[in-house]
């Protein structure tokens, strides 16, 4: 069956049509010159989680590949877009965007590449989903491919790989003593043993062995244990001994405990303190570097006096709207029109009706007009 889907067309004026704006465009975004070769794959090699050999086809296609297609059809200027948003998410880092951002720009480039297909209507919806993320006041969405401060997420993405959480939590104290308890008990040593005694397929020649992921929430966890195999019986009974020992994996014979942490999601910062600490927020906790690396996608301000003041702007946009709506019916028109819409809101405008054409659009665009 077909996908019908009918997108949202982006206004292309003259000027976008060619690939060389395209290229100018997206060079300027990506901070770099236009000799872009050395000083991109020198950017590219310095990224944590980023494989070169992965990244570096698809920045250099961004430049040369995309602009070329422009040139022959313009109109697949959406679809370019939203692969120079996706080429842009694993620039700045690997952990604000869904996973493998690189996997989503390597799809978009084949598109580009394609013919009529289902996959050419699937790549025009997640196009749609990128729609005018260049301009903030017709962006949809919450979140937003571009970050403030993407380089604090790259210096923690390598605090996350080498596991040292130590530079924004205090705990380390904490964390020592049972680390030390662990790595002198007995008990624990025995237990392993028996393990890999019972399973020595899966407990040989592997370098590190992980404890099963506890999913977001803590919620659904598929299937659960499984005894009908011995990889299954090995992984639930390994998962018990990670459990009595607050352990996220076994390197040959070191057990590793779990960490207290702090990891940027595309969906948020998680804070994870593992059972064994007496969390003590002010002392454990490096608040400011916390906020600092969380507020580095973007976050507007918050609180009761910012929120009811903008759920208050929606409101009067909304209104402003509907009565544009109402002084039409009533056969208002120009300065007639908006001073009825003025007076019904109880705005004071001096005849400077700018505010109320500005809350009409406003209200428009959030009724879908």
């Not at 060389?20 to 000799?35: H, I, T, V």
């Not at 002084?327 to 109320?356: H, P, Q, S, V």
Request: charge should be neutral.
């Amino acid at each position: 069956m077909k996908l019908q889907r009918k997108v949202k067309r982006r206004n292309v004026k003259a000027t976008d049509t060619t690939g060389d704006e395209f290229e100018s465009r997206w060079l300027q975004r990506l901070g770099l010159p236009s000799a872009w070769r050395e000083p991109a794959r020198k950017h590219l090699e310095q990224l944590c989680f980023s494989v070169l050999q992965d990244t570096w086809p698809l920045i250099e296609s961004l430049f040369t590949v995309v602009p070329e297609i422009l040139n022959r059809e313009p109109e697949r200027m959406d679809l370019a877009e939203a692969y120079g948003w996706c080429c842009y998410a694993f620039w700045q880092c690997e952990s604000a965007f869904p996973s493998f951002p690189e996997r989503f720009a390597s799809f978009l480039l084949q598109q580009l590449q394609a013919g009529e297909c289902r996959n050419l209507e699937i790549s025009s919806l997640l196009a749609s989903l990128f729609m005018d993320a260049d301009d903030l006041e017709n962006w949809g969405g919450i979140n937003h491919p571009q970050l403030a401060r993407p380089e604090l997420i790259r210096a923690h993405e390598h605090v996350v790989k080498h596991g040292e959480y130590e530079k924004i939590l205090n705990a380390q104290i904490k964390y020592d003593e049972f680390e030390r308890h662990i790595r002198d008990s007995t008990d624990l040593k025995k237990e392993w043993a028996e393990i890999k005694r019972l399973f020595p397929d899966q407990t040989t020649g592997r370098d590190m062995i992980h404890r099963s992921l506890v999913p977001e929430r803590n919620w659904v966890r598929g299937p659960g244990a499984d005894f009908g195999s011995d990889a299954s019986a090995f992984q639930a009974v390994f998962d018990v001994f990670s459990w009595k020992y607050y352990l996220w994996a076994m390197k040959g014979d070191e057990p590793l405990l779990m960490k207290p942490s702090v990891v940027f999601t595309p969906f948020g910062t998680q804070i994870f303190i593992p059972g064994y600490i007496s969390f003590d927020p002010k002392r454990d906790l490096k608040l400011g570097i916390v906020s600092e690396l969380h507020r580095a996608r973007g976050i507007r301000r918050q609180g009761e006096g910012f929120s009811v003041g903008r759920i208050d702007r929606t409101d009067r946009a909304k209104r402003a709207a509907e009565l544009n709506e109402q002084a039409k019916a009533k056969g208002l028109e120009g300065d007639g029109r908006l001073r009825f819409i003025a007076n019904e809101l109880r705005i004071t405008t001096r005849e400077d009706y700018r505010e109320i054409r500005r809350l009409i659009e406003e209200g428009n665009k959030l009724m879908g007009k």
